[in-house]
């Protein structure tokens, strides 16, 4: 059984809840229960990768921090763990389309496969799905099709 350590945090994008094992950040979600499964040892004690997660945070919502040093630890699918490392390559301010993500990921023709994984993302921010639009500029949806979400963060690491 894995132990979770879980919390919660306001940002200026709602509540974010967070999940970190003791040795790297497993999940951040808008939604309470999304990771949560009864696989898992859940304590809200917050140890000092918690703490960590938390200052990370703050500081990128504030603008101070673009990039992010906590440990992460996922697990997915091949092609999801592909997409995933695929999308920590785009760069802080900058945006890159589905087909170039599918590309990078090795399987070019498989655009709404990546728009799947991106939903599934277990951490996002730190893992920047949202810096995946689609092709001609558009916004696609984002965690749970929150675009507003994706134009604030987007917004954040482009200010004007």
Sequence with gaps: MMKIYVNEMETPLGK????????AVKYISYDEASFLDDRMDV??????????LK??????????????????EVSGTAFQMKVWEAL????????????????LAGSPKAVRAVGQAN?????PIIIPC??????????????????????????????F
């Excluded at 974010?16 to 040795?23: A, C, N, R, T």
């Excluded at 004690?45 to 703490?51: G, K, T, Y």
């Design 16 to 23: 974010v809840y967070l999940g970190v094992s003791e040795e």
């Design 43 to 52: 304590s809200n004690l917050e140890i000092d990768l918690m703490q960590q």
């Design 55 to 72: 200052i990370e945070l703050e500081a990128f919502f504030a603008g101070e921090k673009n990039d992010f040093s906590v440990p992460i």
């Design 88 to 103: 920590q390559t785009i760069p802080y301010g900058e945006t890159v389309s589905y087909k170039e993500i599918a590309e």
């Design 119 to 123: 939903r599934a993302n277990p951490i």
């Design 130 to 159: 949202h810096r995946v639009i689609r092709a001609g500029g558009k916004l696609g949806g984002y965690n749970g099709n929150d675009v507003d979400r994706k134009v604030w963060l987007l917004n954040l690491e482009r200010p």
